[in-house]
């Protein structure tokens, strides 16, 4: 995505228009045409909030549905904000959580926030955001700080939030440090000034407390734009790393496009909506037009593009086509080395050898994949989780359908 940070000559309404795609909800849209009205007569941007809490080292393309928002105002002469929620991760966001989320190290934020910055880059204007920390306020605010922002709000305005409401219900516990996790990101709104701010649907409720504490202060409420939860490749849930079902955006272009091929037929309106820049006329005239195969292929393609490279988005569609369509074996495969000293007669245990090749992440993952007949030895499916496969070098293990390895004697 190229960078630019001149905004086009587009009017209030234009913008508006533009800003509109993809967005759930607009809280509220006559407040945005004022608040752009406002600041095309003024020549001041409007400052447009994103708050990311690192709470894990990487970013999918889930993430980017709301970073790609944040770059269209950008691109439209806005400044935006981006708030790396160092002490806001320490609580855990309770938003769709079940059971209270684990407290994180000052370390590991801060290294996932590193990693986070590196990720974006290649999705929003680093060179005109405005990156803040929210450790940066909150590690001074005092106990009678606390107390005050607490009075802001109601415990039954909080047990309103859905998520809290179906744990209280179930007799789930609801610790009350994550009572201040929306007053803490509503407080940040007050901090960085945000006439805008952007968030997940999910994040509905939190974003509206920024909205009321700033009108407690006699200040403009911010508008919200609510993203829609990009759906992940089961078909089901929300996309996320602890349930598998993600694409990473610093994912290899091989990997980045079988996962996209994988997504079923129905989600990819969606994707195209959510997660490219392709007009609506050509997404929906390749849709209505190619069979689904096509058409996952040139959203792929899209994808790939634009995290890698045209080149890169071609060479990982010709791979895909001769392996899976003309059923060869990939060009570029890993070797798997494996120690003679280590065989037992000649012959590893498959579970041992799925390990090593890094195909599953523990023994469980691995005993699971060959129950679910995922693997294959030189296209013989491996069943047995107790089998003993012999080796004599140059086999190709295969789990799944896009992990493969070439089994190297050492």
Known sequence: MPKSNAAPALSPKEQLEVLRRGVFEIASEEELLSKLTASAASGRPLRVKLG??????????GHTVVLRKLRQFQDLGHQGVLIIGDYTALVGDPSGANKTRPIL????????????????????DTSSLEIVRNGDWFRDLTFKGVLELAASMTVARMM???????????HQPISMHELLYPLMQGYDSL???????????????????GRQLQRDKNLSPQVTL????????????????????????????????????????ELMENYFQLLTDMPEPDYRKILSAANPRDAKVALARTIVA???SETAASAAAEEFDRVFSRHQLPEDMPDIDVKRASLENGAVWIITLIAEAGFAATN??????????????DDNRIEDVAAKVPLTGGEVLKVGKR???RIRLV
């Open 52 to 61: 990311v809490d690192p709470t894990s080292p990487d970013i999918h393309l």
């Open 105 to 124: 190290t000052e370390d590991q934020v801060n290294a996932n926030a590193q990693t986070y910055l590196d990720q974006i880059s290649g999705i929003v």
């Open 160 to 170: 309103e939030r859905d998520d809290f409401a179906k744990r209280w219900a179930a």
């Open 191 to 209: 901090m960085v000034r945000a006439d805008v701010e952007l968030g997940g649907t999910d994040q509905t409720f939190n974003l509206l407390v």
């Open 226 to 265: 609510t993203m829609p939860i990009l759906v992940g490749l089961d078909g089901k849930d929300k996309m996320s790393k602890s349930k598998g079902n993600y694409i990473g955006v610093s994912e290899a272009p091989g990997d980045m496009f079988g996962k996209v091929m994988s997504i079923a037929d």
């Open 306 to 308: 634009a995290y890698h």
């Open 364 to 377: 469980s993952d691995a005993r699971r994949l060959v129950a679910q007949g995922a693997v294959t030895i």
């Open 403 to 405: 992990r493969f390895g």
